[in-house]
């Protein structure tokens, strides 16, 4: 939703924030814009690149504005397994280009290749949030909906891509949501909560050794 950017953020003075008089200045800028959130000059000239590369690249675009779409979609469920009562925050549900229901996810990201975002979904748990909204979709509406990831770089030169979720990644991440939910139904049931437990640690493999090292 690029044209709420100016309603909802302001860029703040261009100030060294160490010393007590330009925390002052600042504060009163925050103060006087007490509406917005206050971006640091170099923060909205990324959340601007950043925005610009989304809207330019041509698949982006086109999920951004197929007829009938919607952002911010908040949907609220009765898990049928657990009947825990969920909820969830789509960035955008629509149709994509053969007309099946789509859920997209926007996501900023420092490496956006293939090996190195991979990993952050499995790192961030992306893949168990893909399966949450699977899951919440399908059950409010019978679809089985495609999920795409639209990926942004977060410096320079603020590179995008359109990923589709490969399903059986997805399916394993709707594994995953459904593991977590009985986890936290029988939790609760229990009033138990485990941790991560007690026991031992050690170094890396990679830190063992070092007084081989010769200099």
């Given at each position: 939703?690029?044209?709420?950017?100016?309603?909802?953020?302001?860029q703040?003075?261009?100030?060294?924030?160490?010393?007590?008089?330009?925390?002052?200045?600042?504060?009163?800028?925050?103060?006087?814009?007490?509406d917005?959130?206050?971006?640091?000059?170099?923060?909205?000239?990324?959340?601007?690149?950043?925005?610009?590369?989304?809207?330019?690249?041509?698949?982006?675009?086109?999920?951004?504005?197929?007829?009938?779409?919607?952002?911010?979609?908040?949907?609220?469920?009765?898990?049928?397994?657990?009947?825990?009562?969920?909820?969830?925050?789509?960035?955008?549900?629509?149709?994509?280009?053969?007309?099946?229901?789509?859920?997209?996810?926007?996501?900023?990201?420092?490496?956006?290749?293939?090996?190195?975002?991979?990993?952050?979904?499995?790192?961030?748990?992306?893949?168990?949030?893909?399966?949450?909204?699977?899951?919440?979709?399908?059950q409010?509406?019978?679809?089985?909906?495609?999920?795409?990831?639209?990926?942004?770089?977060?410096?320079?030169?603020?590179?995008?891509?359109?990923?589709?979720?490969?399903?059986?990644?997805?399916?394993?991440?709707?594994?995953?949501?459904?593991?977590?939910?009985?986890?936290?139904?029988?939790?609760?049931?229990?009033?138990?909560?485990?941790?991560?437990?007690?026991?031992?640690?050690?170094?890396?493999?990679?830190?063992?050794?070092?007084?081989?090292?010769?200099?």
């Amino acid at each position: 939703e690029p044209e709420k950017m100016d309603e909802d953020f302001v860029q703040g003075p261009d100030l060294d924030r160490k010393t007590k008089k330009n925390r002052e200045i600042h504060d009163s800028f925050a103060h006087r814009n007490s509406d917005k959130i206050v971006l640091s000059p170099q923060q909205m000239t990324d959340a601007s690149c950043m925005r610009t590369s989304v809207w330019s690249n041509p698949m982006a675009h086109q999920l951004l504005t197929f007829p009938g779409g919607n952002n911010q979609v908040a949907i609220i469920w009765d898990d049928e397994i657990s009947g825990i009562r969920c909820k969830g925050l789509i960035d955008r549900y629509t149709e994509d280009w053969d007309g099946v229901p789509s859920i997209m996810d926007l996501k900023t990201a420092r490496d956006i290749d293939d090996h190195n975002f991979s990993r952050a979904i499995h790192k961030w748990g992306y893949h168990i949030q893909a399966g949450m909204y699977w899951r919440g979709i399908n059950q409010l509406t019978k679809f089985k909906p495609r999920y795409y990831f639209v990926i942004v770089e977060n410096h320079p030169p603020y590179d995008s891509r359109v990923l589709q979720f490969d399903p059986d990644s997805l399916e394993q991440g709707i594994k995953d949501a459904e593991d977590c939910l009985r986890r936290h139904n029988l939790a609760t049931k229990k009033n138990e909560w485990p941790g991560m437990g007690n026991g031992f640690i050690k170094l890396p493999t990679y830190a063992m050794n070092l007084n081989e090292l010769k200099f």
